[in-house]
């Protein structure tokens, strides 16, 4: 089974820069989005971006969107998620996942209840 890892979680100050790398599937698959989750207290599970590594159509949820950006390294089977001007509500575990779209189906890689390959999460605690 295939296994995804994530690192760079950590502490910050608000208003500080944190970049999550997660080393995925090898990217060379057909049909792969990548996405970055988080679980914030007291609040379920949401997705947060993603991207298809074969046509690296993105998204970026409204509630991140202009902090936060995705972007892969296919040399590296790497996906990054960078993050910057971070709040304490930033605070949470965040999650690199990942799927395969099904031959001959759109690739739209925000459909986050798709997602069934999962890496361990990694901390990010912004301070005020």
């Known amino acids: 089974q295939e296994q995804l890892v994530e690192s760079g979680g950590g502490s910050v100050q608000a208003g500080g820069s944190l970049r999550l790398s997660c080393v995925g599937p090898?990217?060379?698959?057909?049909?792969?989005?990548m996405g970055w989750f988080r679980r914030t207290p007291g609040n379920e599970r949401e997705g947060v971006a993603s991207v298809y590594i074969d046509g690296g159509s993105i998204t970026v949820v409204d509630s991140v969107k202009g902090r936060f950006s995705i972007s892969q390294d296919n040399a590296k089977d790497t996906v990054y998620l960078q993050m910057n001007r971070l709040k304490p509500e930033d605070t949470g575990v965040y999650y690199c996942a990942a799927f395969w779209i099904r031959g001959g189906s759109a690739p739209i890689c925000s459909n986050w209840g798709a997602y069934n390959t999962w890496g361990r999460g990694t901390q990010v605690t912004v301070s005020a």
């Open positions: 090898r990217f060379a698959y057909p049909g792969l989005c």
